[in-house]
């Protein structure tokens, strides 16, 4: 009888001490490092995507499947040379439980590296790099906006069918710059157009006049242009300072009108371009995220916003279906991975790399709005060439 009574004492115990333990891990918070960049060309860029990160946060109150979030920020200045040692700060000294980051490719592929090395979850609310959902996929690997290849080559099909026979290709030279023109390029010739030349420059390089003097002098009849941030509303003005807007369409995948327009207003007008999100979507899901994006920022919304807030909403799935458990990790990624994510830009899904499988909008500028005018693209997957997963 005394050791059965000790036996049960003793169960008694372990199942508390037990319960505490667990209890606990599952009420410590979720630590997240965003990773963006607050200063430099793309400064703008990780706002919006803060903004919009914390939007969603915010919306559920601080507290995902029994989790207090906690969100710890770094400013990755768009710098691949300190990208190693700022992506460690965030693993390594801060213990981040996920990284969200970042816009710059040359920057992401430093995080792509050590969310593969640590195995720590990383969901990527820009940086287009082929690589992340493709040769470097993996399960713990995610991404809410796109691959460079998408908006460019839908861009390219686009230009082809408004009559365009010849095109030149303007980009700062790094990964996601010769990804885009090339997927111009692709999209432009296989319904064909010739692209006759491609225009690079150093990243983030704004003197764009010897370049934009060798476009006048080829005389193409478009020209397909990837800049962003600051970078795109210098290149717009200096486009339209240089006589060019009118003679030879320029073409762009969104980027170079997004979050800029009131910096470049005249020269932006009329501008077409093909992306995955537009103004005057007018969904109620966009319009309840735009309203209360609004009425938190004072701004209203654009496409890295969004991308920030599906960040979040990829997150919680992940959260919500462990119960806020994360040791139970492959169901996490699993429900993630085959998730609808239910998107301001519209629905979309995950391709097996982990990419969204999203429509691509046309979209032409009007005041400050790239105002959708049709879909250039629907369900547009990018084809994850080395994913092997
Ligand atoms: C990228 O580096 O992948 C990148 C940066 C800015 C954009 C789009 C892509 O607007």
Same mark, same amino acid.
């Given at each position: 009888m005394g050791f059965s009574v000790k036996w049960r004492i003793a169960a008694v115990l372990s199942g508390v001490f037990g319960f505490v333990s667990l209890g606990s891990a599952q009420a410590d918070p979720y630590r997240v490092g965003l990773m963006l960049p607050?200063?430099?060309?793309?400064a703008a860029l990780g706002t919006a995507i803060e903004n919009g990160f914390r939007l969603y946060i915010d919306q559920r109150e601080g507290k995902i499947g029994g989790r207090t979030i906690e969100i710890v920020t770094i400013d990755d200045e768009s710098n691949p040379a300190k990208a190693t040692d700022n992506i460690n700060r965030l693993i390594?000294?801060?213990?981040?439980?996920a990284v969200v980051g970042t816009v710059h490719s040359g920057v992401a592929m430093a995080m792509v590296r050590a969310a593969q090395s640590t195995g720590t979850l990383l969901i990527i !609310?820009?940086?287009?790099?082929?690589? %992340?959902?493709?040769?470097?996929?993996? !399960?713990n690997i995610f991404r809410t906006s796109f691959t460079n290849w998408q908006p460019a080559y839908a861009m390219g099909v686009a230009a082809a069918e408004r009559g365009a026979q010849t095109a030149v290709t303007i980009s700062w030279r790094y990964a996601s710059g010769e990804e885009s023109a090339n997927g111009f390029k692709e999209g432009f010739e296989k319904h064909g157009?010739?692209?006759i030349d491609q225009l690079y420059l150093p990243f !983030?390089?704004?003197? %764009?006049q010897p370049l934009l003097t060798r476009i006048a002098s080829l005389r193409p009849d478009a020209t397909y242009a990837f800049f962003a941030g600051g970078g795109a509303v210098k290149f717009v003005n200096d486009y339209g300072a240089a006589g060019l807007k009118d003679s030879i369409a320029l073409y762009s995948p969104g980027f170079l009108t997004e979050g800029t327009l009131a910096g470049q207003g005249q020269a932006a007008q009329g501008l077409f371009s093909v992306m995955h999100y537009a103004d005057g979507l007018d969904t109620p899901k966009d319009n309840a995220f735009r309203a209360a994006y609004q009425d938190a920022y004072g701004v209203v919304p654009d496409v890295y916003s969004v991308q920030g807030y599906d960040a979040a909403q990829l997150l919680a799935i992940g959260l919500e279906a462990v119960d806020g458990d994360t040791s139970r990790t492959e169901s996490m990624y699993a429900a993630m991975s085959g998730a609808t994510i239910d998107s301001p830009r519209g629905p979309f899904t995950l391709s097996r790399a982990n990419n969204p499988v999203q429509t691509m909008y046309l979209r032409q500028v009007e005041g400050l709005e790239n105002k959708v005018?049709?879909?250039?693209?629907?369900?547009l997957e990018d084809p994850a060439v080395g994913c092997r997963m």
């Open positions: 607050a200063t430099g060309t793309y390594k000294r801060d213990r981040v439980d !609310p820009n940086a287009g790099a082929a690589a %992340f959902t493709g040769a470097l996929c993996a !399960p157009g010739k692209v !983030p390089n704004v003197e %764009f005018i049709g879909i250039a693209t629907a369900a």
